[in-house]
């Protein structure tokens, strides 16, 4: 079992930065690979950045790639996503994922709201 809570989310506006923080429980997060999704007004939720085990692969949604750095603290049990240079189109509530090798994402965190003012 994983629980996972984000953290970072505000308002700013376009071209500042936010990071995003997802704190996670449970003894085996480091085996997990990990993702951060997001779901804006109207919209069904979306892929955005994931993460392997070791931090050495990674994946983006064309959308934020070369904006989004996602990363991870295995010590901390903490992943991470860095977003620079924010568009209004990147408003939406974040979402902190798990899935164990070869499985969907089965945890879930509550989600932080992102909000670009243009």
């Known amino acids: 079992q994983v629980q996972l809570v984000e953290s970072g989310g505000g308002l700013v506006q376009a071209g500042g930065s936010l990071r995003l923080s997802c704190a996670a429980s449970?003894?085996?997060?480091?085996?997990?690979?990990m993702g951060w999704f997001r779901q804006a007004p109207g919209k069904e939720r979306e892929f955005v950045a994931s993460?392997?085990?070791?931090?050495?692969?990674?994946a983006y949604a064309n959308t934020v790639k070369g904006r989004f750095t996602i990363s991870r603290d295995n010590a901390k049990n903490t992943i991470y996503l860095q977003m620079n240079s924010l568009k209004p189109e990147d408003t939406a509530v974040y979402y902190c994922?798990?899935?164990?090798?070869?499985?969907?994402?089965?945890?879930w965190g509550q989600g932080t709201q992102v909000t670009v003012s243009s």
């Open positions: 994922a798990a899935k164990e090798p070869g499985g969907a994402y089965k945890y």
């Open positions: 449970g003894r085996t997060f480091s085996s997990y690979r």
């Open positions: 993460i392997n085990w070791s931090g050495v692969s990674t």
